[in-house]
């Protein structure tokens, strides 16, 4: 059973840090490409960054020097570093696979940054 884990969101203020987790089981972690995908309530659920099976990265441009993405395959773990966040980064916070298809969607994270 597929089951995707995130953590690590909360209330931050403009300019703060946070760094968001995913925990994964049920998939062949270390052999797929996985993302971070964000969703506000304005908004469809948009792609945020993403990490290829080989290590590959792609970060979305508006978030580009600010954010980044790891992978630790040995503990099935995805993380998404976040730096000098500002409101627009408002969101809850996914992982999944790259193109997740039928994968089942977790619960998320919530991140909300003040002014």
């Known amino acids: 059973q597929v089951q995707l884990v995130e953590s690590g969101g909360g209330l931050v203020q403009a300019g703060g840090s946070l760094n968001l987790s995913c925990l994964a089981s049920?998939?062949?972690?270390?052999?797929?490409?996985l993302a971070w995908f964000r969703q506000s309530l304005e908004d469809r659920r948009e792609i945020v960054a993403d990490?290829?099976?080989?290590?590959?990265?792609n970060i979305a441009d508006p978030v580009k020097v600010r954010f980044a993405i790891s992978r630790d395959n040995a503990k099935n773990a995805l993380f998404l570093p976040m730096t000098d966040v500002d409101e627009r980064d408002t969101g809850t916070y996914y992982c999944?696979?790259?193109?997740?298809?039928?994968?089942?969607w977790g619960q998320g994270t919530q991140v909300t940054v003040s002014s």
């Open positions: 049920g998939i062949p972690f270390r052999t797929v490409n």
């Open positions: 999944n696979l790259l193109y997740p298809l039928t994968n089942p």
């Open positions: 990490i290829r099976a080989g290590g590959r990265v």
